[in-house]
T-cell receptor
Framework: DQQVKQNSPSLSVQEGRISILNCDYT??????FLWYKKYPAEGPTFLIS?????DKNEDGRFTVFLNKSAKHLSLHIVPSQPGDSAVYFC??????????????FGKGTKLSVKP | GAGVSQSPSNKVTEKGKDVELRCDPI?????LYWYRQRLGQGLEFLIY????????KSGLPSDRFSAERTGESVSTLTIQRTQQEDSAVYLC????????????FGSGTRLTVV
C-alpha cells in the first residue's frame, strides 16, 4: 500500500516552459515533505522541502506547493532547463525538524526537458 | 572524501551466496540510512542508525538482512543466502540531526543476483 504516490512515471517539457511534477499522499500524519532529484548512476540529491505549516516554499527556479486538505503537493520548475532532466522523487516524513524516522518515497517521475 | 562513498559500485553474485555492502558516510554525520531501489520502484527504507541509539530495523525485509555501524563511521549491510528478488540498487545516506532530511546519498551499489 503506497503512502506516497507519483502517478506520472514520465513528463516531457520544452526548454523554457514550466515543469509541474505531482505527488499525492495518504498518511495524514505526514508533516514534512521533500523533493529529491536523481541522475543516472548517481544517488538522489536533496532539492527542496516544505513543512506542513506552510503551503509554499520557493528556492530559485523551484517552488513546492502543499495542499494539505487534498493531500497533494507539487514541484514547479520555471523556467525548465535541459539540465533539469532527471528522475524526481517525492518523499514524506512524520517527523519534521529531526532525523528520528524514515522517509517514505514515491516511485519517481522522469522529467525530460527538450531543447 | 567529501561525499558518501559506497563499495562496491556493482556486485554480481550467485543465488544463495552472502554479500556485504559498505558505506562510508560523511565525517561527523551522526545519522545513516540504508535504502534500496528495485527496478521501477521507489526508494524503500531498510534501516536507520542515529548516533549511539539502537538502530531502527523496521524496514529490513527478512532476517537474511542485517546491518552494522561502528560508532559514527562505516556501516556494512549484509545479505545472507541471496535471492533473485534481492537484486536492486542499495543506497546509503548520511546526515546530521539538524539536516531536516536533506541527507547526502551515495551513488549506490547495484546488486545483481543470478
Amino acid at each position: 500500500d503506497q503512502q506516497v504516490k507519483q502517478n506520472s512515471p514520465s513528463l516531457s517539457v520544452q526548454e523554457g516552459r514550466i515543469s509541474i511534477l505531482n505527488c499525492d499522499y495518504t498518511n495524514s500524519m505526514f508533516d514534512y515533505f521533500l523533493w529529491y532529484k536523481k541522475y543516472p548512476a548517481e544517488g538522489p540529491t536533496f532539492l527542496i522541502s516544505i513543512s506542513s505549516i506552510k503551503d509554499k516554499n520557493e528556492d530559485g527556479r523551484f517552488t513546492v506547493f502543499l495542499n494539505k486538505s487534498a493531500k497533494h503537493l507539487s514541484l514547479h520548475i520555471v523556467p525548465s532547463q535541459p539540465g533539469d532532466s532527471a528522475v524526481y522523487f517525492c518523499a514524506a516524513s512524520e517527523d519534521y525538524g529531526g532525523s528520528q524516522g524514515n522517509l517514505i518515497f514515491g516511485k519517481g517521475t522522469k522529467l525530460s526537458v527538450k531543447p | 572524501g567529501a561525499g558518501v562513498s559506497q563499495s562496491p559500485s556493482n556486485k554480481v553474485t550467485e543465488k544463495g551466496k552472502d554479500v556485504e555492502l559498505r558505506c562510508d558516510p560523511i565525517s561527523g554525520h551522526t545519522a545513516l540510512y540504508w535504502y534500496r531501489q528495485r527496478l521501477g520502484q521507489g526508494l524503500e527504507f531498510l534501516i536507520y542508525f542515529q548516533g549511539n541509539s539502537a538502530p531502527d530495523k523496521s524496514g529490513l525485509p527478512s532476517d537474511r538482512f542485517s546491518a552494522e555501524r561502528t560508532g559514527e563511521s562505516v556501516s556494512t549491510l549484509t545479505i545472507q543466502r541471496t535471492q533473485q528478488e534481492d537484486s536492486a540498487v542499495y543506497l546509503c545516506a548520511s546526515g546530521t540531526y539538524l539536516s531536516n532530511y536533506g541527507y547526502t546519498f551515495g551513488s549506490g551499489t547495484r546488486l545483481t543476483v543470478v
